[in-house]
C-alpha cells in the first residue's frame, strides 16, 4: 500500500511541476523536460585503464542511454537537494532546476 502512495505523491510532484513550468514559460512542459535531458547530459567520461598495477585515466564517449538516465538523475537530485530545508516546494523546486537546463544556464 505504501508504494502505491508513494507513485500517487511523485505523480503529483510532476504535475505541478509541469503546471509551473507552463504558468512560468508558457512553453509545452514536454518540450521544456527534454530539452532539459538533452542539455545535461555528458557527452564524456572517463574510464580507468590499469595494467601491472599502473592505472590512468582514459576518455571515452558516453552510451545515449547512459546520458538519458545520467540526465535525470542530476535533474532530480538537484530538485531534492535545493527543496531541503527551504520554503520552496519539491515541485517548485524541480520546476526551477527544468527551466534552467532546458535553457542552458545554472
Not at 21 to 32: A, G, K, R
Not at 75 to 90: M, P, V, W
Request: glycine share 6%; net charge positive.
Amino acid at each position: 500500500m505504501g508504494e502505491i502512495m508513494a507513485r500517487k505523491k511523485t505523480l503529483n510532484i510532476v504535475k505541478n511541476a509541469f503546471e509551473i513550468i507552463y504558468i512560468l514559460t508558457n512553453e509545452n512542459p514536454l518540450q521544456v523536460l527534454a530539452n532539459a535531458i538533452i542539455a545535461s547530459g555528458a557527452r564524456e567520461d572517463s574510464t580507468r585503464i590499469g595494467k601491472g598495477g599502473t592505472v590512468r585515466r582514459h576518455a571515452v564517449d558516453v552510451s545515449p542511454l547512459r546520458r538519458v538516465n545520467q540526465a535525470i538523475w542530476l535533474l532530480c537530485t538537484g530538485a531534492r537537494e535545493s527543496a531541503f530545508r527551504n520554503l520552496k516546494t519539491i515541485a517548485e523546486c524541480l520546476a526551477d532546476e527544468l527551466i534552467n537546463a532546458s535553457k542552458g544556464s545554472s
